[in-house]
Every structure is written in structure tokens, then in C-alpha cells.
């Protein structure tokens, strides 16, 4: 399997491993599955930072390292994935949810997240909690 982390997945893994259930915890540490974790996640924890609504604890500055730590690599966001970010069909306003989504549609990822504006959505995802 090939995941996308979404980005309170990823802040989750990184500072409050516990509220990841084990089983999901099990499936993003085998090895014989890819992590990914997008740029727009980065811009989403700076943006948010920034403004004040998430303590960041450093992780901006050691963002490289951090995500390297849980086995993940960087999806960098192309262009194909900014034209049906915004242009999906999509009564959702997150232009960070959007390009995640796009991501895990276009790249064919599994779409690590709890968000349930994103049930109805054809990208697969684990929402198991």
C-alpha cells in the first residue's frame, strides 16, 4: 500500500502517537508499505502556526528529519494536482484538504485521515476511527 498522510494524522503520529488506534499505528510502520506526507502539509502546518491555532513545537524547523523519523518521504504538489484541486467538484473550501485529495486520487494513494468531509469522496482512505 501506498499512503498520504493527512496533515492532523501526521501531527497526530509525530506528538500524540495514542490517538493513532494500533492498528492503523501497525500499518504505517510495516515497511513494506510507502509513506507519504505532501509539501501542502507543511504550508498548511506554517500557515496555521503563524496565525496562532497550532503550536508547531519546532517542527518546522526540523520538518525534514521528523517526517523521515515515521519512514515518510515528501510528495511535492505539481501542477496536475493544483489544475483538480481546484477544479474538483467538491462543496469543500480547504484548499490543504483539496490538494491532499487530489494527491491521493492522482498518484493512486490510500488517504490516511479522520476527516469526515471526505467520506463521499472516491479517493480511498482509512477513516476506521
Do not use: N, Y
Request: charged residues 25%; hydrophobic residues 50%; aromatic residues 6%.
Amino acid at each position: 500500500m501506498r499512503f498520504l498522510l493527512d496533515t492532523h494524522v501526521l501531527l497526530w503520529l509525530l506528538g500524540q502517537p495514542e490517538r493513532v488506534p494500533d492498528d492503523v499505528r501497525v500499518q504505517l510502520a510495516d515497511r513494506r508499505h510507502e509513506i507519504f506526507v505532501s509539501a501542502i502539509s507543511a504550508l498548511e502546518v506554517a500557515t496555521k502556526s503563524r496565525l496562532g491555532r497550532l503550536d508547531s513545537l519546532g517542527l518546522l524547523e526540523g520538518w525534514a528529519g521528523r517526517t523521515a523519523d515515521i519512514g515518510a518521504v515528501e510528495l511535492s504538489v505539481r501542477a496536475d494536482h493544483a489544475v483538480h484541486a481546484g477544479s474538483m467538484p467538491w462543496d469543500h473550501a480547504d484548499p490543504f484538504d483539496r490538494v491532499l485529495v487530489s494527491q491521493a486520487l492522482i498518484d493512486g494513494l490510500t488517504l490516511v485521515t479522520v476527516d469526515r468531509m471526505m467520506v463521499d469522496l472516491p479517493a480511498p482512505r482509512i477513516v476506521s476511527w
